[in-house]
T-cell receptor, first 110, second 111 residues
Framework: KQEVTQIPAALSVPEGENLVLNCSFT??????LQWFRQDPGKGLTSLLL?????REQTSGRLNASLDKSSGRSTLYIAASQPGDSATYLC?????????FGTGTSLTVIP | DTGVSQDPRHKITKRGQNVTFRCDPI?????LYWYRQTLGQGPEFLTY????????KSRLLSDRFSAERPKGSFSTLEIQRTEQGDSAMYLC?????????FGPGTRLLVL
């Protein structure tokens, strides 16, 4: 079974800081990886998708990387803003299902 | 709005009652997923459809749970004889072969 770990579980940073969220997984047989954002009590919003053949994807202030050999992915957020406060989840797709981490709860302090 | 929609958004029921949730995926998406999420946890896989075929079910999906996607479009998830442990957010998602899109979820509270 795919095990997905996200570190740290919670993070609090002042506005404007750059930050990195980490995600590790145990099975390298993945099709793709997605990073999601979840606001309290809401569904998930897809942020970035990285196919297994890719190393990274960028969207605005977000950059996600994938290293299958080490079983790791990172989400880099540049110049953080209070509106970035949310829980960030990584998920690996193995063909029929996604395996999710438990998320990193991010608070950006104005 | 052309995203994934779920109905109802909230459901409160008494233990032992049956409940049914509906998911309408994005129209051209052939893949549909159901997930369950409890407080502080990541979503847990329940089941997956490709068109109308249910291709995978988690062992979390006990005999009290049943899901259908009769015409390969919308899907329903039914929970029979609800238990307090069924209280959770039930999330539906759809995709083709790339990005998966989640609906807003149905929050179930079993009293």
């Amino acid at each position: 079974k795919q095990e997905v770990t996200q570190i740290p579980a919670a993070l609090s940073v002042p506005e404007g800081e750059n930050l990195v969220l980490n995600c590790s997984f145990t099975d390298s047989a993945i099709y793709n990886l997605q990073w999601f954002r979840q606001d309290p009590g809401k569904g998930l919003t897809s942020l970035l998708l990285i196919q297994s053949s890719q190393r990274e994807q960028t969207s605005g202030r977000l950059n996600a990387s994938l290293d299958k050999s080490s079983g790791r992915s990172t989400l880099y957020i540049a110049a953080s803003q209070p509106g970035d406060s949310a829980t960030y989840l990584c998920a690996f797709f193995t063909g029929n299902q996604f395996y999710f981490g438990t998320g990193t709860s991010l608070t950006v302090i104005p | 709005d052309t995203g994934v929609s779920q109905d109802p958004r909230h459901k409160i029921t008494k233990r032992g009652q049956n409940v049914t949730f509906r998911c309408d995926p994005i129209s051209e998406h052939n893949r549909l997923y159901w997930y369950r999420q409890t407080l502080g946890q990541g979503p847990e896989f329940l089941t997956y459809f490709q068109n109308e075929a249910q291709l995978e079910k988690s062992r979390l999906l006990s005999d009290r749970f049943s899901a259908e996607r009769p015409k390969g479009s919308f899907s329903t998830l039914e929970i029979q004889r609800t238990e307090q442990g069924d209280s959770a957010m039930y999330l539906c998602a759809s995709s083709t072969t790339g990005t998966v899109y989640f609906g807003p979820g149905t929050r179930l509270l079993v009293l």
